[in-house]
């Protein structure tokens, strides 16, 4: 009888991998960022499910889809084997067509299942199962990025990668497998060893019960306990039995009365499973791929015993991500979940959800969100749920409203575009009311907006219902009411962002209000204004201050230097590190940012004479190779200059 194509598994294998280069390829030319490599990552999903459980936050970058994957996953192995392992898994494709190259070339070494050899090494996944889950849930970040071959070729290296764990790791699923058949999946992957403690459902449901039970007791950290039993108990039944007991539900089963035990089946399993000598396939490698079914000459292996279920483990698959993909579009846990208060505070709380905060967009933005909202008296609990920018706030109704709450979001904003032309003395002033402006980021997008309108210079906006808005413009441009509404009431922004692409944002902002003649600005008034938030970069140096604060005995010099771009937001994310880099110097006493007169941006350094001149403010300071600065936990770290200076100063 002639070999079966296992076409199915095939399929999914090259379908699979195809599916991931052109979803990389895409976000790599068409797409407006890079592509999200973990978006189905299952491991990913149970580690973050995890973080999530122990920490009650998710991690940045995972949503609730990746959760639902990892979930089906966990429901595929209980009830019928490790699919995805067996069909959709890149990492278990690639190590099966290594062995295979091995094979070919008469290089690979066998390690016989069952073997000292082969049960001693099953330990290292198990140990990297305990290591990745505790070291996510201790940071509410995925730590298997760190070493994840599958994600460091699919960020092209350039992901959260830590590079001796990704050379180590790439090396053993490629070298490894070519070597010994499955090296990587046997010995290496964690999410191996959590399929197989899936696979021992008894034992895992004993584990859940345990974590539950040292909850109740109160035993401090009862989820590294709990880990840690699943870990070893996994690995001890795995090196003892080598099988699962009563699950998972469907396997292969083999006919003995037509089996000729010509071996056909091991050599071509990827596990090299003795086949040939057991009834029912329990061995805790085995998902379900059915290459052994299709090598059977004899027909003598099927599928629950039923030549009708031959395709339903491939079936079972596709369907289990289908349905983790539906249950990840319509449900969603929160990136964070926090109160806080004493429980007389919190017990009579209202809620309040807001959506469209696009600023809360993952758990560094989630947490930094709670922090403010912490700061509110009235406000007792936040949760954000970054996928759609949504937050729902816990908050007293006695202690404060919904409108105090917007207030207290809201972020006021005053931005510049450009400078009036020469010539120009004064501005018209244009005030709008806006509705759809939550926070920070509605600012920038918002900016994004009015900056393609000819004539604006600049605008201010300060919290009201709906938001006041202060347009300055050209007196010579013209912009009537309906061509503003029409350039503020449209559905995306549109952002320059890495690598010279636009992203397009939708936006949700209506033109409320409209107030064409609200009188008008002086010049200098208006770049004054516009100039204020960049002044409190300004900021003395305690220590030298202290030190050299006797102007009689240690007079002070202040020298000026133009610096152009200070007012963009890149340069002022960067000016902590310069101002931290100039308060290490001995007899610098302070940095000021102003705007002289000749209306330009500039640096005044005041320093003591007796240490400092011009030409070494200039060469030590403003064109230092390395800009040495301390951290608030004393360490102190070189940094590249952030910025440069192009026209040199001089003392006033």
């Known amino acids: 009888m002639k070999r ?107 390690i016989r299942p069952g073997s000292i050899a082969d049960r001693l090494l099953r330990a290292v996944k198990y140990a990297l199962l305990f290591y990745v889950f505790y070291m996510s849930a201790s940071s509410s970040e995925l730590f298997c990025k760190n070493f994840d071959p599958y994600y460091a070729v699919a960020t092209g290296f350039k992901g959260e990668i830590t590079v001796w764990m990704t050379v180590i790791s790439v090396a053993l699923l490629f070298l490894g497998s070519f070597f010994v058949k499955m090296f990587w999946c046997k010995y290496i992957c964690p999410l191996g060893a959590l399929s197989n403690i899936f696979k021992f459902t008894l034992t895992f449901a004993g584990i859940v019960i345990l974590l539950w039970a040292l909850g109740l007791l109160g035993v401090a950290s ?50 090299s499973i003795d086949i040939k000598n057991l009834d029912k396939v329990k061995h805790i490698d085995c998902t379900l791929c059915g290459t052994c079914v299709s090598a059977c000459p004899e027909d003598s292996l099927q599928v629950g015993g039923k030549r009708s279920l031959r395709w339903l483990p491939g079936i079972l698959a596709v369907a289990l991500f289908g349905a983790a993909l539906w249950f990840g579009s319509h449900w969603e846990l929160p990136t964070i979940d926090e109160k806080w208060g004493e429980y007389e505070q919190v017990e009579g709380m209202q809620t309040y959800e807001i959506e469209g905060l696009t600023s809360v967009k993952c758990f560094g933005s989630s947490k930094a969100f709670s922090a403010k909202m912490q700061k509110v008296p009235g406000v007792y609990g936040v949760k954000t749920f970054v996928k759609r920018h949504a937050v729902v706030i816990s908050y007293d109704p006695k202690a404060i409203d919904e409108t105090s709450i917007d207030k207290a979001i809201f972020s006021p904003t005053t931005m510049k575009f450009a400078t009036p032309k020469a010539g120009v003395d004064s501005l018209s002033v244009v005030r709008i009311g806006v509705e759809g402006l939550h926070d920070k980021m509605d600012m920038v997008y918002f900016g994004a907006i009015l900056r393609n309108i000819d004539g604006i210079c600049g605008f201010d906006a300060q919290y009201d219902c709906p938001v006041a808005v202060t347009l300055y413009v050209d007196p010579s441009a013209a912009i009537p009411e309906k061509m503003l509404r029409d350039s503020i009431e449209v559905k995306e922004a549109h952002m320059l962002a890495h690598g010279g692409k636009v992203r397009a944002i939708p936006v949700h902002y209506e033109l409320k209000s409209y107030d064409p003649a609200a009188g008008r600005i002086g010049r200098r008034e208006f770049l004054d204004l516009m100039f204020e938030q960049t002044r409190d970069l300004s900021a003395p140096f305690k220590h030298n201050t202290e030190t050299y604060g006797d102007d009689a005995k240690y007079p002070k010099g202040v020298y000026e230097v133009e610096c152009r771009g200070i007012e963009k937001p890149l340069i002022k994310r960067s000016f902590p590190y310069f101002r931290g880099f100039l308060s290490l110097k001995e007899g610098i006493t302070r940095l000021d940012v102003a705007l002289n007169d000749e209306e330009v941006p500039v640096l005044r350094i005041v320093y003591v004479k007796s240490m400092w001149d011009d030409a070494k403010i200039w060469n030590e300071l403003l064109n230092a190779k390395v800009w040495p600065v301390k951290y608030k936990d004393g360490t102190l770290k070189d940094e590249e200059p952030k910025f440069t200076f192009k026209t040199e100063g001089h003392t006033l």
């Open 4 to 110: 079966k194509s296992n076409w199915l598994k095939n399929l999914l294998q090259w379908g699979t991998l195809a599916a991931i280069v052109g979803f990389v390829v895409y976000g790599l030319t068409l797409g407006e960022k890079p592509a999200d490599v973990e978006a189905y990552c299952p491991f990913g999903g149970l580690q973050a499910l995890g973080s999530y459980l122990v920490n009650n936050s998710l991690a940045c970058t995972m949503s609730m889809t990746q959760i639902m994957v990892g979930v089906m996953l966990a429901v595929g192995v209980i009830l019928f084997s490790k699919l995805f392992c067996g069909y959709l898994c890149p990492l278990g494709t690639v190590s099966e067509w290594m062995g295979r190259g091995g094979k070919k070339l008469k290089v690979s070494v066998e």
């Open 222 to 271: 009862a989820w590294v306990w709990a880990l840690g039993a699943a870990c070893v108990i996994g690995y001890l039944w795995e090196m003892i039995y080598l099988k699962s007991k009563v699950f998972p539900l469907l396997r292969i089963v083999r006919d003995e009365a037509t089996c000729t035990k010509c071996d056909v089946c091991r050599s071509k399993c990827p596990y």
